[in-house]
Structure formats: C-alpha cells, structure tokens
C-alpha cells in the first residue's frame, strides 16, 4: 500500500506539497484538506504521500547498500579465515557495541544534514549486522561435503563461492532486509526529526513530524 502511494502520488494528491497558501495555515482536517494544512498552508496530505517517496527510496538505497556490502565482507571473511577474518570481525565487534542511532547521530553530525550524508551515515552503520550473518553461514557451508568435493576436484575458490556459498546465504540475507527496511524509516525519520537527516520543505516524514512539533497544544493534527 505505501510502495503504491509512494509511486503513484502525484495522482493521488490534489496538491503540489511544495505550495504554500497562508491564507489556509493550521486548518484542520476537512473535505477540501483530509489531513489538514501545515503553518505555511500546505496540504498535509500531499506532503504525506510524496513523502512517502523520498522515505521508502531511502530506506531501500539504504538496505541495499548495507547489503552488498556487509555479505561481501562476510563471504570473504567466512571463507578466507586467517588475520583477513580477524580484522574484519574486530571492526564488526566495535560497530556492535554501539547502538545504532547513536552512531547514525554521531556520523550524520559529522557529515552534516542532507540527503547523500543521511544515506551514508545510515549505510555505515547498518552493513556489520549482514557481515556476522553471512560470515556465520559461510563458516558452515564451507565444511559441507559438496564443497569439499569441489575443493577436491581443484575448482576455484572464486567459482566455490559464488556457485556453491553465496545462494545458500541469499535466504536469511533477504529476511533481514525486509526487517531493516521498517528500521531504517525509523532512523531515517529520526535524524531528520532531529535536523540531521532531509531538509524542509522537502517533504520526509521526519522533517513533517519536526514541523508541527511547535504545535501540538493549537494544531496537533500536523503532528
């Protein structure tokens, strides 16, 4: 349902969520404004919808990114062993101990608001999680007999991985993903409600939200 409001949203919105009128600022819900207006006279709904664009496009660059990038390490950490798997585990471990948000808020403060930072500090701390997933699957694939067996007949270890270990770690890799798309519109929500994230008046959830914040007590509908 979001996905097909997210695409088709300039179909389904009377408004251009960009338009102020201010002659229509705080007005609640109605016929002509189902979700209300804003303090500068937007349609809450319009912005709603399209920012449900700017907010799924994130979270999904985000699990993607994070995705890639944490099997790869995982795949090459879980099947080369050594002082590769060594390091690679250490840096996991310490990206781990910290709770994600605060190490989003920390690197978003660092890099600045907007939307490539946002995507970066989010995509840096998200990848551990794949990389100690794949990486446990890959130390058990690597020890069952059909690997051995392609070991014995001297294929690759190239060829190994990706037609013997890679597919057999795609499953619990795609479960994940679907649950961090739901986090990742968290964090993302978050950071931008914080200022650090997407700024007004591009319309993201988070940046909506922040907004009626000031209003709660005369115009709570915003929020």
């Known amino acids: 349902g979001m996905l097909f409001i997210a695409v088709f949203a300039p179909l389904l919105t009377p408004y251009n969520p960009l338009t102020t009128d201010l002659s229509n600022r705080l007005q609640g819900p109605?016929?002509?404004?189902?979700m209300g207006?804003?303090?500068?006279?937007?349609?809450?709904?319009?912005?709603?919808?399209?920012?449900?664009?700017?907010?799924?496009?994130?979270?999904g660059v985000v699990v993607l990114i994070s995705a890639v990038t944490g099997s790869a390490l995982g795949l090459l950490s879980g099947y080369m062993g050594g002082k590769l798997d060594l390091a690679v585990m250490r840096v996991v471990d310490v990206m781990l101990a910290f709770p994600s948000i605060i190490?989003?808020?920390v690197i978003s403060g660092l890099l600045g608001s907007g939307f490539i930072n946002l995507l970066i500090a989010l995509?840096?701390?998200q990848w551990p999680a794949y990389t100690r997933l794949v990486r446990g699957n890959t130390l058990s694939l690597r020890e069952r007999e059909y690997v051995e067996a392609a070991r014995a007949l001297r294929a690759p270890r190239r060829w190994i991985?990706?037609?013997?270990?890679l597919p057999n770690?795609?499953?619990?890799?795609?479960?994940?993903?679907t649950m961090d798309v739901a986090h990742t519109i968290i964090f993302a929500s978050a950071l931008s409600f914080l200022g650090l994230g997407v700024q007004s008046p591009t319309p993201e959830w988070g940046s909506i939200l922040r907004s009626g914040m000031p209003y709660l007590t005369t115009a709570p509908h915003i929020a």
């Open 30 to 34: 109605s016929w002509e404004h189902p």
């Open 161 to 165: 991985v990706r037609r013997h270990i």
């Open 169 to 177: 770690t795609l499953s619990p890799v795609m479960v994940v993903m």
């Open 37 to 59: 207006t804003d303090d500068l006279g937007r349609d809450l709904f319009s912005r709603v919808a399209h920012g449900a664009k700017y907010t799924l496009s994130i979270a």
């Open 103 to 105: 190490l989003a808020l």
């Open 123 to 125: 995509s840096i701390t």
